[in-house]
């Protein structure tokens, strides 16, 4: 019996199909078979797809003085990979704030302080707000008055021309001082104002060489709160 050997068909590439798929990190494989005999004719590598990454989130907020830290995750199904990164701390933000508030006799106080976390860094005074003060002068052209507050104590300079000699005394009428006569020397006259309302007073003079037991009324001033 003769045998006759019958040429083999060959083998009938298909399409190429996905063998395993690849993932963010690792390739994958895609392979070239035979659709008689499903034997592999040729394979290739399917490159890996690399993160898909969401946004970045802040998952750590930043105090003023700490690091926060932002994440973003790999959006990609069935993988669970996440980077971080610092996010800069603050810094404080320094204002200064009216802690105690200034009255007209009175200095009040700031206070730096970090508007973020409220952390104080120091003070300073805030000056006292100080008076208006309105003087009528009425022999202004014999006696120059000249009236300004200080912390709350108020100062009368008195010049008198030559004319009137020197003042002997004075007295005043008035309210809101806590002195009611002060005969300091002859030239400056100190209240001290014991109210954060109006003050007020009519200031009377006499000098040595005028008529005995006569006052002249030298200045009539107002005081009034800033
Ligand atoms: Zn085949
Ligand atoms: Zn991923
Ligand atoms: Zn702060």
Redesign the pocket.
């Known amino acids: 019996m003769e045998t006759q050997a019958i040429p083999a068909e ?3 590439a298909g399409q190429w199909h996905t063998a395993s798929a690849p993932t963010c990190t690792a390739s994958g494989v895609s392979e070239l078979r ?6 592999v ?1 040729q394979t290739d590598g399917i490159p890996a797809l690399g993160h898909s990454f969401g946004n970045w989130v802040v998952t750590t907020a930043p105090t003023c003085a700490a690091a926060g830290v932002e994440t973003r995750y790999c959006q990609r199904a069935g993988c669970s990979h996440t980077e971080t990164r610092p996010v800069s701390a603050l810094g404080h933000d320094w204002v200064w704030v009216v802690t105690i508030p200034p009255t007209a006799t009175t200095d009040g106080l700031e206070t730096k302080t970090c508007s973020h976390c409220g952390a104080a860094d120091g003070t300073r005074p805030v000056p006292a707000k100080g008076f208006d003060i309105w003087v009528a002068d009425f022999f202004d052209d014999y006696i120059e008055i000249n009236v300004y507050a200080l912390n709350g104590v108020l100062y009368v300079e008195i010049s008198v021309c030559y004319l009137y000699g020197n003042i002997c005394y004075y007295y005043y009428e008035g309210y809101g001082f806590s002195v009611e006569y002060e005969y300091q020397n002859r030239s400056v006259l100190v209240l001290e104002l014991d109210t954060e309302e109006d003050a007020w007073f009519e200031l009377y003079l006499m000098a040595d060489d005028i008529n005995d037991d006569e006052f002249f009324k030298a200045v009539e001033i107002t005081v009034i709160p800033a």
């Open positions: 060959g083998h009938d035979c659709t008689k005999c499903a034997a004719l």
